[in-house]
C-alpha cells in the first residue's frame, strides 16, 4: 500500500482479514493521512486514531513511515509484490482563482489544519474570515476560536445545501460564529484569511 491514510489502511485490513500479507508505506512521520493530519483533535482525539492503527498492525500489517515513493521505487515495487495500491489521497486544497489568494496571509483551509496539528500556533489574531462551507471551512473556524477575536464565516452557497453535518452547524452557532451566505468571488483584502 502506497500512503496510510484512510484508503491505505482501509485496504491493508480488509486485505488482511483475507489473509493477505500487506507492508504500507507512508511519506509524513506517523500514520494515518488526513485523520492525522486534518481533522482537529476534537472531532478525532490522537490516541483514538492511534489505537485503530495498531489494531491494523495487531492483525500483522507493517506501516513503514517515512517512507515517500518515488516513480523508481514504485516500479521496483510492481516487480517485488504482486500488488499495488496506490491510495496517496488529496491532502491538498483547491485555488479559489480570486485575485489576492496568493498574499501570505491568505491560507488554505487543509495546510492550516495541519500546521495546528503538528503543533505550531497560527497567526490569525484579530479578524479572521473563513470561506467555505464544508467540514474543512468548520474545523478551520472551530480552531480560530481560540486565537481569533472577531471571527466570520462566508459560506459559498445557501446554507441549506453546504455539505456540513448538522450537529457541527448548531455547535459553531453557540460559538458566536458570524455566518454569511454568499455566492460572490471577491478578491481578497491583504489581511489573514484562512480560505478553505
Not at 497567526?123 to 472551530?142: E, K, L, M, Y
Not at 454568499?182 to 481578497?188: A, E, Q
Request: proline share 6%; charged share 20%.
Amino acid at each position: 500500500m502506497i500512503g496510510a491514510g484512510p484508503a491505505g489502511l482501509s485496504a491493508a485490513w480488509f486485505l488482511s482479514m483475507l489473509g493477505y500479507a500487506c507492508h504500507v508505506f507512508e511519506a509524513s512521520a506517523e500514520a494515518g493521512g488526513v485523520l492525522r493530519w486534518g481533522i482537529p483533535l476534537y472531532r478525532l482525539p490522537l490516541n483514538a486514531l492511534r489505537h485503530d492503527i495498531q489494531q491494523i498492525e495487531a492483525r500483522g500489517v507493517t506501516i513503514y513511515t517515512g517512507k515517500p515513493v518515488s516513480p523508481d521505487a514504485l516500479e521496483k515495487m510492481k516487480k517485488d509484490y504482486d500488488a499495488v495500491f496506490i491510495g496517496c489521497g488529496h491532502g491538498r486544497g483547491m485555488s479559489m482563482k480570486v485575485p489576492g489568494e496568493d498574499l501570505k496571509e491568505v491560507s488554505e483551509g487543509l495546510d492550516f489544519l495541519r500546521k495546528l496539528r503538528e503543533g505550531e500556533t497560527p497567526p490569525c489574531r484579530g479578524v479572521s474570515a473563513i470561506i467555505g462551507g464544508g467540514n474543512t471551512a468548520i474545523d478551520v473556524a472551530a480552531a480560530s476560536c481560540v486565537w481569533a477575536e472577531k471571527r466570520c464565516c462566508s459560506i459559498g452557497g445557501a446554507v441549506r445545501i453546504c455539505p456540513l453535518w448538522n450537529w457541527k452547524w448548531k455547535w459553531h452557532w453557540k460559538k458566536a460564529w458570524n455566518f454569511r451566505n454568499s455566492l460572490l468571488r471577491l478578491p481578497l483584502p491583504g489581511k489573514r484569511i484562512r480560505s478553505s
